[in-house]
């Protein structure tokens, strides 16, 4: 009867390292195969291998495999082509020469903490609504919305576009001082 001993040398167990799953990720991601495409039904995949292993890598969830298993895997997902999505993905990514950059200078500007005290002073002085007051009037700039105008009050950004800011205040200095029923007469 064999002993234990004598397989031990063909199941030599590895320590998967962060560059070992940063290139089997790698692979994975490139070719856009699923790990049941690698794994089942080859005849050549050793002994013992399985899907939820390979998934198991991948998700850092286990640590360690047997080196022919790790070997077979890599070597076979390292054989595939790129996937389409992959390709698609990398076209999408690379800036063409020449690529327009925001100058800060031409429409954006900086929003100081001036400037956005001034805007709230504003909106008290004359207790607009945000969407009734300024939102829905006539010659909005495009992209000024809701979430432009909460940014200027709570400070959430640094700079701001130029059209838009000019717009508002504009709009704002036109608005008469509000008046409730408890105002001083």
Not at 5 to 26: G, N, Y
Not at 66 to 73: K, V
Not at 148 to 168: A, G, P, Q, S
Request: proline share 5%; aromatic share 10%.
């Amino acid at each position: 009867m064999a002993d234990f001993c004598d397989f031990a040398p063909s199941l030599s167990i590895i320590q998967i390292t962060r560059d070992m799953k940063r290139e089997l990720r790698s692979h994975w991601k490139r070719t856009g195969l699923s790990t049941r495409r690698i794994v089942e039904n080859d005849p050549n995949a050793p002994e013992g291998l399985t899907v939820a292993m390979v998934n198991g890598w991948i998700a850092n969830k286990i640590h360690e495999a047997r080196a022919d298993h790790w070997t077979f895997t890599l070597t076979k997902w390292a054989s595939f082509p790129d996937g389409e999505y992959h390709r698609q993905r990398r076209a999408t990514r690379q800036k063409g020469p020449g690529r327009p950059r925001r100058n800060k200078g031409d429409i954006w500007i900086p929003l100081t903490p001036e400037m956005s005290a001034q805007f709230i002073s504003e909106m008290a002085r004359t207790n607009a609504d945000f969407d009734g007051d300024i939102l829905r009037a006539a010659n909005v700039p495009e992209g000024l919305t809701l979430r432009v105008l909460h940014n200027w009050r709570y400070r959430h950004t640094k700079t701001t576009r130029c059209d838009h800011w000019n717009f508002v205040m504009d709009r704002l200095r036109t608005m008469p001082d509000f008046k409730s029923q408890f105002s001083k007469r």
